[in-house]
């Protein structure tokens, strides 16, 4: 069984939808172990908890620089045994250390179709704010693994969603959210699950 961290910042939506593929026997190779936040406050942490899965705080402010971040989160991970990290609205950027530590086997989601509205300063509504304003017809989102490249990595899975006529990005966000990021990242998650349990 190939242990999971999920990192979040938010609400935690992304995370909901991966516990209730777990619940429903849809990540057969995989088990969310941990759940780490950026902020204390962070909803994503009580869904966690309904959930009884493990819980740790890390916040950025705590630390000098990012290495030493990077390191307090690799030895958290490393001590709860997980295998693949899953960055599911998580507002910190993470460092080489991890990076080469969790060597395609950190996977992230982005709310676009990578490699468009993606890297620097792409984040939530930044994202579909974007997009409306170019006029693209179709958007969607994205899963990928993460490299020292931000959204650079290679893509595990897309899926596209159409944007309507009078969309603004609160409409378009959720669309995407319901219609694809939902849908893809447990879906994503089990099949790296599986490859690294074959």
Request: hydrophobic share 45%; net charge negative; aromatic share 6%.
């Amino acid at each position: 069984m190939i242990n999971v961290a999920v990192l979040v910042s938010g609400g935690g939506t992304n995370l909901q939808a991966l516990i209730d593929a777990q619940q429903a026997g849809n990540i057969e190779h995989g088990r969310i172990e941990l759940v780490l936040s950026s902020n204390e406050n962070a909803y994503a942490l009580t869904r966690a908890k309904n959930a009884n899965i493990k819980t740790e705080v890390l916040k950025r402010k705590d630390f000098e620089s990012t290495a030493d971040y990077g390191k307090a989160l690799v030895s958290i991970l490393r001590n709860n045994n997980i295998d693949v990290v899953v960055l599911a609205g998580f507002m910190t950027i993470l460092d080489e250390t991890v990076i080469s530590e969790f060597e395609n086997r950190i996977i992230n989601v982005h709310p676009s179709l990578v490699p468009s509205f993606c890297g620097k300063g792409f984040y939530g509504l930044k994202v579909h704010e974007a997009a409306l304003q170019r006029g693209v017809k179709v958007s969607g989102a994205t899963v990928h693994f993460v490299n020292c490249e931000c959204d650079g990595g290679p893509i595990i899975a897309q899926k596209a969603v159409e944007v309507l006529d009078g969309d603004t990005p609160e409409t378009l966000q959720k669309r995407i959210m319901e219609q694809a990021e939902w849908k893809l990242l447990p879906v994503a998650l089990a099949k790296v699950c599986s490859d690294l349990d074959a």
